[in-house]
């Protein structure tokens, strides 16, 4: 499981965007942006690998199942559970008020 950090606050000011993310998934190979239903994605070919809330303050990502269940019991501030009908894939949700530069770096390239 990816190692984070615990975080300082829950209420403390958004520590990354999704501008942030767009600057790391600039370089990666066959990574494009796309606009779905009102939600920006991240995907590589047809697979989406980062998604955003509509308000931008949450980022679903590509995380393996088997690791999830530690995850949330873990990090609690962090990370939130997917919507049931993402529970089937290799999904988590990641409070983006709760991480920082170098979480959210190491997040993005696993799931890439």
């Not at 047809?46 to 199942?65: C, H, N, W």
């Not at 501030?77 to 290799?90: A, E, H, I, L």
Request: charged residues 25%.
């Amino acid at each position: 499981m990816a190692c984070l950090h615990a975080s300082s606050s829950l209420f403390a000011k958004m520590a990354v965007t999704i501008n942030d993310v767009r600057a790391l998934t600039a370089g990666l190979p066959r990574s494009y942006e796309v606009f779905v239903r009102g939600r920006v994605k991240f995907r590589v070919g047809q697979i989406v690998y980062l998604a955003f809330s509509r308000d931008e303050t949450l980022m679903g990502f590509a995380f393996p199942k088997e690791e999830r269940e530690a995850a949330l019991e873990t990090y609690p501030n962090k990370f939130v559970r997917p919507k049931p009908s993402d529970m089937r894939f290799q999904w988590l949700v990641v409070r983006l008020d709760a991480i920082d530069e170098s979480e959210l770096r190491e997040l993005v390239f696993v799931a890439w």
